[in-house]
């Protein structure tokens, strides 16, 4: 992609993000578009926020699980940034007006308590780096047209990041066994998915390694303090107005989500 076609896909995710009403997926608009150009739209669109008072506060990987990549049509993993505005309370209304069409996954949070950067990251290093750990729900959510994404599409909109809650219990690493603990999906207090952290490329700790030795060459570091969400356990599940939505996590407790109909 050259300057202008850069620059006019991410006024359309711009757009999308202001007006909420969806876009048609930019791999039909821009055919030549590569992985590549669509970290330098994402990446372009987080310095827009940052620069409007939006800070970086975090970083996911997505589309970490095989049962997450059939659900999306993809074959590898990607990721994107966490900004301020997207962590949400425990058990406080979320409203819904405020996504477009939003899914939600459960994972582990890591919050970090050193710094972490590539390449050569190992687990051994990613362990010493990460603090504690957190049961979280990640909204996902997508600005393209009945999720109809390819890989580009949903690197260029920042992973289809939409928010996060995180729960309010910190677990250190050497309490769990993250590729072991199971999982519970409930909405409404019907059970809708199970899984186990080792769905997420075989252990979460994995995924941070693989975020880190991504990033880093891009100049990116994982700060201290930051929350890295290493991939959904389940398929995502999709939420509406007035749904309650309850993870529980061997070893990690739980964390609730309520939705509400109204506008923030």
């Known amino acids: 992609m050259d300057a202008s076609e ?49 800070p970086v506060r975090g970083h996911k990987v997505g589309l970490a699980s095989a049962a997450m990549q059939r659900q999306m049509g993809v074959d590898q993993p990607d990721y994107g940034h966490l900004t301020g505005s997207m962590f949400h309370l425990e058990h406080q209304p979320i409203p819904t007006t405020k996504f477009l069409q939003p ?46 994404i390819a890989l580009v599409d949903t690197i260029a909109d920042n992973a ?57 060459p891009l100049g990116v570091t994982l700060e201290p303090g930051h929350v890295v969400l290493p991939g959904s356990m389940t398929r995502a599940h999709p939420v509406r107005p007035g749904d309650t939505v309850v993870a529980t996590m061997a070893g990690l407790g739980s964390v609730t989500a309520v939705f509400s109909g109204e506008d923030a």
């Open 6 to 54: 850069l620059q006019e896909a991410v006024a359309r995710l711009e757009r999308a993000h202001e007006t909420r009403e969806p876009i048609d997926p930019l791999v039909e608009a821009f055919p030549g578009a590569t992985t590549e150009d669509a970290y330098r739209i994402q990446q372009e669109l987080v310095r827009r926020w940052a620069g409007a008072g939006d």
């Open 103 to 148: 899914r939600i996954e459960p994972e582990v949070a890591f919050v970090l308590g050193a710094p972490l950067r590539g390449p050569g990251v190992t687990v051994a290093d990613a362990v010493r780096a990460v603090d504690f750990v957190l049961p979280s729900l990640e909204i996902v959510d997508s600005r393209i047209k009945d999720w109809r």
């Open 160 to 216: 289809s990041s939409g928010g996060v809650v995180l729960g309010s219990r910190p677990t250190v690493l050497g309490d769990v066994d993250l590729r072991l603990a199971g999982c519970t999906l409930h909405v409404n207090g019907e059970l809708v998915a199970t899984g186990a952290g080792g769905a997420v490329l075989g252990s979460p700790i994995n995924a941070l390694v693989w975020l880190a030795n991504t990033v880093g």
